[in-house]
C-alpha cells in the first residue's frame, strides 16, 4: 500500500502548521503600516533574506516536481535544476542591485521610476498576476499530492487546506510574516534535504531481479465509475487491490546484490554502471467506456538514465529533429530569464535596507539554492531506487521516498514540504495583493488611500487571490508541477525581464517602448503556451499535430520579440529634441 | 524583539556613481562569463548529446559533471563578485 496515514505525520505536520500560524499571528501586530505589509520596512538582514530567497523561490515544482521528474525519467529532471540555479545569475549580475535602488513596494515601481506613466503601472500589474496565477497553480497542486498521503485525504481537501493557512499567514502580516516564514523553511528544506540525501547514501543501493518487482500494473475506471486495481476493485480490504509502490535497481555493477553505504560521487558513479527499471504510462478507452491505464517497467542502462532525453518532454533531444531542439533550447532561455523576472522574488529586494544588502542577500540564496539543487539529483536517483514510489504520480517521489527510511523521516519531508508550498505561495500573494493595491488601486486609479486603507484593502485582495490559486489547485490535479512552472518563467521572461533590462541599459527607452514590451511578451508567450502540442495534448485532450505552434515552449521566440518591440516603438516614440 | 520591528523604511542609501558603475561593469563581466558556460552546456545538450555521454574522471559522465560544474561555477562566481565590489564611503551594508 502506498498510502497509509500516519499519526507521526499528522502530529509533526500540526505542529509546522501552529509554529507557522503562532509566527505570523505575532508578527501581524508588528506591520501595520504599507511599508511593513508591503516590503516588511526595508529592515530585513541581509543573510535572513538570502534564505528567505530560498524559501521563496525553492517551490513544489523544485521540491516534488523535479524529484519526481528525475525519480521517472532520469537526468532530464535535473536539466530544470541547472536552469533554475542558473537564473540567479542573472538577478545578480544585472538586476539586484539597480532594481533595489529604482523600486519600493512592487516590480512596477522600478518599470515606472523614471517616467510616472499610470500605463506602465497597469501593465506591470496585470503581468504580475498574470505570472502569479501560472506559478500559483503547482503550488496549489504540489499542497493536494502532499497532503494526500500524509493525511489520507483527498487532493482538493489539500488545497484548500494550504489555501486557508496561507490567506492567515498573508492576511495577518504581509511581508514582514511571509519573510519568516520562508527563512523558517529555508532552513529547514536545506537541513532535512541534506538529511535525506544521507540517508540515501548510507543506504547505497540494492539489486531486485525478481520477476513480481517488474509487473506490470493496471488501473481501470469502468464506464460506472469504478476503479480496478490489477483487476480488482481498489481498496486495502480482503479480496481489494492497491498499486504496488515501484523503484529499483535490477541489475548492479559485477552482479553484485548490493553495495552498501556509498559516497556522493561513488552513488553516482555505480548507478552509471547499474541497469534501473523505470516506469512507463500508458492509457487506452474501450469500446464501452472503460478507461485502463497499464503502468510497465522498461528496465534501462544507468548510462542512459544519466544523460539528456529519457524523458518524453526531452527525448528529440537524442533525435536529429529541429523542433523538439529548439523547445528544449526554448525552455533553457526562459529558466535562464525568468528568475530576475519573478515579481515575487523581484520584490524580496525592497526588504533589505541598500543595494549592499541585495547583493549579499542575493549570494547568500545562491548559495542555499545551488546546494538544494545538488541534493535533488540525489533524492530523485534515490527514489527512483528505492523502491517506493507510486507509479501513477509523478509529483510525490520526494515524500514516498522519505517514507522508505520511516514515518518519522516522512513526516518531517512532509512537514517541511509543506511549507515550502506555504512560503513560495505567500510570496505570490504578497506580490499579487502589493500589484493590485499599490500599482492598480494607487497607481493607475489614482484612489488616495491612507496607510490603513491600503494594508486593509492588500488584505482582502490576499483572501481574494487565495480563493483564485485553491480553484485552479483542484482543476490541474493531474498536471506536473515542474511542467506548470516552466509556463510561468516563460511568461516572466517574455513579459518583464526585456523591459527591466532596457530600462537599465539602454538610455532611449520610453515609457511607450516599455508598455508594448511588457503586453508584446506577455501576450505571444500566453497565447503560444495556449497553442501549444502540450497544452493540446494535457489540457484540451486534443491531439498535439493540430497545435499550430511549432514547438511548446514559447521563450525563443517571445523574449526576442520583446526585446525588439521594445527597440522599435522607443524609436518611433523618442522625444522631439 | 525590536529586530522584527518592520514598520517603517530605513533612511536613503548614500549614492556613489563611480562605484555604482564600477559594480555593474563587474557583474556584466561576470555575467558574461558565466553566460558563454550555460549557452555551451544547453548547446550540447540540445546539438551533440553524444558528448555528454562520455565519462571523463571518477566515472561520472559528461552530462552529470557539467551540470554540477554549472551549479558550483554559480557560487564561486557570486562570491567572486561579492568580494570585489566596491562599497560607498559611508555606506553599505
Avoid at chain 1, 499542497?143 to 494526500?148: D, N, P, R, T
Avoid at chain 1, 482538493?156 to 490567506?167: K, N, Q, S
Avoid at chain 1, 515579481?343 to 543595494?355: F, M, N, Q, S, W
Avoid at chain 1, 493607475?444 to 487565495?466: S, W
Wanted: proline residues 5%; aromatic residues 10%; contains cysteine.
Amino acid at each position: 500500500m502506498i498510502y497509509e496515514p500516519s499519526a507521526t505525520a499528522v502530529v509533526v505536520f500540526a505542529l509546522f502548521v501552529a509554529i507557522t500560524l503562532g509566527l505570523s499571528f505575532y508578527l501581524g501586530r508588528r506591520a501595520r503600516t504599507a511599508s511593513g505589509y508591503y516590503a516588511a520596512g526595508g529592515g530585513v538582514p541581509w543573510f535572513v533574506n538570502g534564505v528567505a530567497f530560498a524559501g521563496d523561490y525553492l517551490s513544489a515544482a523544485s521540491f516534488l516536481g523535479i524529484c519526481g521528474m528525475i525519480a521517472f525519467f532520469g537526468y532530464d529532471g535535473f536539466l530544470y535544476s541547472i536552469g533554475y540555479l542558473a537564473g540567479w545569475v542573472v538577478a545578480l549580475f544585472v538586476i539586484a542591485e539597480p532594481l533595489k535602488r529604482l523600486g519600493r513596494y512592487t516590480f512596477a515601481d522600478a518599470l515606472d521610476n523614471k517616467f510616472g506613466s499610470r500605463g506602465i503601472k497597469l501593465v506591470a500589474a496585470v503581468s504580475t498576476l498574470a505570472v502569479s496565477v501560472f506559478y500559483l497553480i503547482p503550488q496549489m497542486v504540489g499542497a493536494g499530492v502532499l497532503i494526500k498521503p500524509l493525511l489520507g485525504i483527498p487532493h482538493w481537501a489539500g488545497v484548500v487546506t494550504v489555501g486557508v493557512v496561507v490567506i492567515l499567514i498573508v492576511a495577518t502580516a504581509g511581508m514582514t510574516s511571509t519573510t519568516y516564514v520562508q527563512f523558517l523553511k529555508g532552513s529547514l528544506l536545506l537541513l532535512f534535504t541534506g538529511g535525506l540525501t544521507i540517508l540515501i547514501l548510507q543506504r547505497g543501493l540494492k539489486a531486485d531481479p525478481s520477476p513480481e518487482a517488474a509487473a506490470p500494473q493496471t488501473v481501470t475506471v469502468t464506464a460506472d465509475g469504478q476503479k480496478l486495481v490489477n483487476g480488482k476493485p481498489h481498496g486495502k480490504g480482503e479480496g481489494q487491490a492497491d498499486l504496488r509502490p515501484v523503484g529499483r535497481v535490477s541489475k548492479l555493477p559485477g552482479g553484485a546484490s548490493e553495495t552498501g553505504p556509498l559516497g556522493p560521487v561513488e552513488f553516482l558513479a555505480t548507478i552509471q554502471e547499474s541497469e534501473v527499471v523505470l516506469w512507463q504510462e500508458k492509457t487506452v478507452t474501450d469500446k464501452a467506456g472503460n478507461t485502463t491505464t497499464t503502468y510497465s517497467p522498461k528496465p534501462t542502462t544507468g548510462a542512459d538514465v544519466l544523460r539528456p532525453g529519457e524523458s518524453t518532454l526531452f527525448q528529440g533531444l537524442q533525435g536529429d529533429q529541429l523542433a523538439p531542439k529548439l523547445n528544449f533550447l526554448s525552455l533553457m532561455l526562459a529558466l535562464f530569464c525568468g528568475t530576475a523576472s519573478l515579481p515575487h522574488i523581484l520584490i524580496r529586494y525592497y526588504t533589505v535596507k541598500d543595494a549592499a544588502a541585495a547583493r549579499k542577500s542575493t549570494v547568500v540564496g545562491i548559495a542555499a539554492i545551488g546546494c538544494f539543487y545538488v541534493l535533488t539529483l540525489y533524492m530523485g536517483l534515490g527514489a527512483m531506487t528505492g523502491g517506493a514510489i507510486d507509479p501513477s504520480n509523478r509529483n510525490n517521489a520526494a515524500p514516498l521516498l522519505a517514507r522508505s527510511f520511516g514515518e518519522l523521516p516522512f513526516a518531517l519531508i512532509s512537514a517541511v514540504a509543506f511549507t515550502t508550498v506555504l512560503g513560495t505561495v505567500s510570496g505570490l500573494i504578497v506580490a499579487a495583493s502589493g500589484a493590485v493595491v499599490h500599482d492598480v488601486m494607487t497607481g493607475y486609479l489614482k484612489l488616495d488611500m491612507n496607510d490603513t486603507a491600503k494594508v486593509r484593502i492588500g488584505r482582502l485582495a490576499a483572501v481574494a487571490v487565495g480563493l483564485v490559486a485553491i480553484g485552479l489547485g483542484i482543476i490541474f490535479e493531474r498536471m506536473n508541477v515542474n511542467y506548470l512552472v516552466g509556463w510561468a518563467f516563460s511568461i516572466a521572461a517574455s513579459a518583464n525581464l526585456p523591459a527591466l533590462v532596457m530600462l537599465l541599459f539602454w538610455k532611449r527607452t520610453t515609457k511607450q517602448g516599455i508598455i508594448a514590451s511588457v503586453f508584446a511578451g506577455m501576450v505571444t508567450s500566453l497565447g503560444w503556451i495556449l497553442l501549444s502540442g502540450d497544452t493540446f495534448k494535457d489540457v484540451y485532450g486534443l491531439k498535439p499535430e493540430l497545435s499550430p505552434v511549432p514547438f511548446s515552449q514559447p521563450g525563443l521566440v517571445t523574449i526576442p520579440l520583446s526585446f525588439a518591440v521594445l527597440v522599435v516603438v522607443s524609436l518611433l516614440t523618442r522625444p522631439k529634441t | 524583539m525590536a529586530g522584527f520591528d518592520h514598520s517603517h523604511m530605513p533612511p536613503a542609501e548614500v549614492r556613489d556613481p563611480v562605484v555604482e558603475r564600477f559594480n555593474a561593469r563587474l557583474g556584466l563581466v561576470l555575467f558574461a562569463v558565466y553566460l558563454a558556460a550555460y549557452g555551451a552546456y544547453v548547446a550540447v545538450n540540445a546539438f551533440w548529446p553524444r558528448i555528454m555521454d562520455s565519462v571523463p574522471f571518477l566515472g561520472i559522465n559528461l552530462a552529470v559533471s557539467s551540470g554540477m560544474g554549472l551549479i558550483v561555477g554559480a557560487l564561486v562566481l557570486a562570491v567572486l563578485y561579492a568580494v570585489v565590489c566596491r562599497q560607498p564611503k559611508g555606506g553599505g551594508a
